[in-house]
Each structure stands twice: as structure tokens, then as C-alpha cells.
């Protein structure tokens, strides 16, 4: 039971799914982000606080009993058991989990049981978010790449074989000029939008009906009711 990783046959090392981690870190990630903007936009911080102690716990399951076991990790198995495993080492993923619980226990300490809030948490906080996103969206796990800097022996079998020095990509993964130009073309009508609506809605839009409705009213909500709809 108390083991980290599982042996596969064809593989030197114990191994974890990748799927399964990735399914994971979604999973902390959804819930790291509602936390998060209970406390900015409802000064609600007792879901953050809840939030932060689930995360320690799940990882102290994943490192010191069994990933396996871990509720994230239960959850993410169920939902990607219908596709075919994809096999990573598990001595980088436990680096990396070392470093998530250490930041975990940090925000335990200050933010959940001393109630302290201020700069130093909303970096741990946010630097937690980013290694989750990563992770989840795009495979790339940043605790495993700072595994390598301390050990003389490199990782094995990482996700998308990153760690093969020889990997050469595929046509399918190559960028071309005119995707370059679709980047480009994307950028400027992201960045002229703004312009464009707020000429639009200086001439064109109709006059907005800024009557804070009774529910809001009966909330005491009125300021926040006119902040989200744009009539201070």
C-alpha cells in the first residue's frame, strides 16, 4: 500500500499515468480558481481556506501513503479510464509533488490557521494555479523540469518523451509562416477591439437602464449590483 508509483513491465522505473495526473491537476485547478475569486470578488476567504487545506491533504496522501489513493487522483482514474494510459516516471512527479505540498503547508500555516493574507500568499497562491495549469492544459509538468538541475541521472519516460534529447518533430507539429500571420492578424483584432466598442457603445449603443433592481437592493448588493453592470 505505501509505495510511490507502480511497476509496468517495459519500463525500468515505477511509473504514474499521466492521463490520470493531468485529469488531477484539472481538478485542483477548477476548485483553486472558484476559491480564488469567492475571495476577490465576494471577500468570501473561508472557501480559499477550505480549498488550501484539501490540497495539503491530497498531497500528503499522494507522498507519503499512495497516489493512488489520493481523492484527485481517484477522481481524475474515473474520468479518463475509457483511454489508454500513458506511462511517466514517477521519481519526477514526486519532486514535484514535494515542492507543491511545501507551498501547501506554507498557506496552511499563515493563511488557514494565523489567517494572514497579503502579498507572500497571493504569490504561493498563484504560482500553485500556474503549476496546476500547466499540468492540466498543456502536459508540461514545471516541479518534474527542475528535477534534472539536482540530480546528476536525468528523468525518464516523460510526458510527450520530452526528456529524449533526440525527438524530432513531426510535420503536424511545425509552425509555418502563414500560421505566424494568423497570429498576427488574431493580435491586432484583439487589441483594436476595445477601441472599437467603446466607439460603438459611444454612438450607437442604446441609453442603459442603471435601476438597481430590488433583489440587489435587498442584499445590500447596490454598489456591487452597479460595479458588474458599468453604472457608477
Known amino acids: 500500500m505505501f509505495v510511490f508509483g507502480e511497476k ?7 511509473v504514474l499515468n499521466e492521463r490520470e495526473v493531468r485529469a488531477g491537476a484539472g481538478i485542483l485547478f477548477l476548485f483553486g480558481i472558484i476559491s480564488l475569486m469567492n475571495a476577490f470578488l465576494m471577500q468570501n476567504f473561508e472557501v480559499a481556506k477550505l480549498m488550501v ?4 491533504i491530497d498531497f500528503m496522501i499522494r507522498l507519503f501513503i499512495n497516489p493512488k489513493y489520493a481523492p484527485s ?27 507543491g505540498l ?4 506554507i498557506m496552511f500555516y499563515s493563511f488557514v490557521l494565523n489567517d494572514m493574507r497579503g502579498p507572500i500568499n497571493l504569490l504561493i497562491c498563484g504560482s500553485c494555479l500556474v503549476f496546476l495549469f500547466f499540468e492540466s492544459v498543456f502536459g508540461i509538468c514545471l516541479g518534474c523540469k527542475m528535477y534534472d538541475l539536482f ?3 536525468n528523468a525518464q519516460y ?9 525527438l524530432v518533430r513531426a510535420p503536424i507539429q511545425q ?18 477591439l476595445p477601441s472599437a466598442l467603446k466607439y460603438y457603445q459611444t ?6 437602464d442603471c435601476t438597481v433592481p430590488q433583489f440587489a437592493i435587498e442584499m445590500g448588493h447596490e454598489q456591487q449590483w452597479k460595479e458588474h453592470n458599468n453604472c457608477l
Open 73 to 99: 487522483l481517484i477522481i481524475g482514474r474515473w474520468v479518463v479510464n475509457n483511454q489508454a494510459p500513458e506511462y511517466v516516471g514517477a521519481i519526477q512527479k514526486r519532486w514535484a509533488w514535494w515542492f
Open 158 to 166: 516523460c510526458a510527450g518523451d520530452s526528456c529524449n534529447p533526440n
Open 102 to 105: 511545501v507551498l501547501a503547508l
Open 53 to 56: 487545506s484539501v490540497f495539503m
Open 151 to 153: 540530480h546528476k541521472k
Open 203 to 208: 454612438n450607437y449603443a442604446p441609453e442603459k
Open 175 to 192: 509552425i509555418n509562416f502563414k500560421q505566424l500571420i494568423s497570429i498576427l492578424v488574431f493580435a491586432v483584432f484583439v487589441f483594436s
Open 8 to 14: 509496468v513491465k517495459g519500463y525500468e522505473v515505477d
